[in-house]
């Protein structure tokens, strides 16, 4: 493929139309860049930023093969993304990052904890689970645990907590005995993310590391800087850096860890893609992670990730929005001269949906997260 850079005004792809990719869009789009974007959805949020979307399955040969003709690079927002059409992309000579393979590793949680293991970094005590056989032996070393279907997990769903090897057994039986992780529960001190940048040539730059608290299964607030040692931060970004050499990932990855008793760390999951608790980073750092997804795949050097400022994110979902469809009080968080708004432009609400988040730029991050709790507290 090489590393011949790609320059505005190409044509940047991307698989997926979600808020990841409307923020991608509009990264490029202020960069300069052309934007296809490729979702089934009518009303995808990266509609209203691409210049082109092909409103099609991720799999529609004319679809893709419209991308492969026009487009100079493409990536994806979308983590269950069809692997397959990122690799027949790829060999249609562009260049596709991540790859189609590293997006099929991050898929399926025997694959990506393998991976993590065999990288020589630590996970959680993990027993995969093909099948009900693999059920049989003695699972007390996973126990308490949680079970996890390999595929299509996300905001804590496809997950049960498990107390015995009976309640292993049942659980997987309700999940039709689906391939599954049974992961053993770990006494959290926090969890913390790591967002990593790295280029076809592999240059690699990481972003401030973020603890996130999160909510019914889904991220609520991101804190930055992490309230944690800088040694230990350092450890956290050097992990996410080792890991993405070892994939040969070429893009942005958020690293997602558990941080143990005596400041032990453990890889939780990776995310191929930008990530919600990267999205301070739209307003915190001089290179947002969205246009570090354009300079990964156009071959450009990663841009500078220095926090300008102690930063929280908060998530909205739809549960702030009233039964009725009416908006939150927006009038206090709009009118604070240290807070940013983005909206993901979905026109409907549902709980737990993902409207929107709104960071709180402060002189301290307990300052931020005590202004942000009680904006929150208003709308
Ligand atoms: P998802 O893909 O839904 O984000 P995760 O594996 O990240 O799934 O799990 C969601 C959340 O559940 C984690 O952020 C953490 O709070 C909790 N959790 C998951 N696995 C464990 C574990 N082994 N021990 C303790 N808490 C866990
Ligand atoms: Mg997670």
Redesign the pocket.
Known sequence: MGNKIILPPAMLGILGGGQLGRMFASAAKNMGYGVTVLDPDSHAPAAEFADVHLCKSFTDPEALQYMATHCAAITTEFENVNADSMRWLAAQDIPVAPSGDCVEIAQDRIAEKNFIRDAGLDV?PFLAVKNAASLEGDLSAYLP??L?TARL?????G?VRVKTAEDVRFAHAEMKHQPCVL????P?VS?ISAIVTRTRAGEVACFPVAENE?LN?ILDVSIVPARISTALADRARQMAMQLAEKLDYVGVMAV?F?VLEGDELVI??MAPRPHNSGHYTLNATLTTQFEQQVRAMCGLYPGKTDLLSPTVMVNLLGDSWGDDGSEPHWEILMTAPNTKLHLYGKKLARPGRKMGHFNVLATSADAALEQARAIKETL
């Open positions: 959680a645990g949680i996890k997990g996300y905001d804590g769903k997950q992961e053993k529960m770990m959290l969890e999160h299964g997602e558990f939780n999951e």
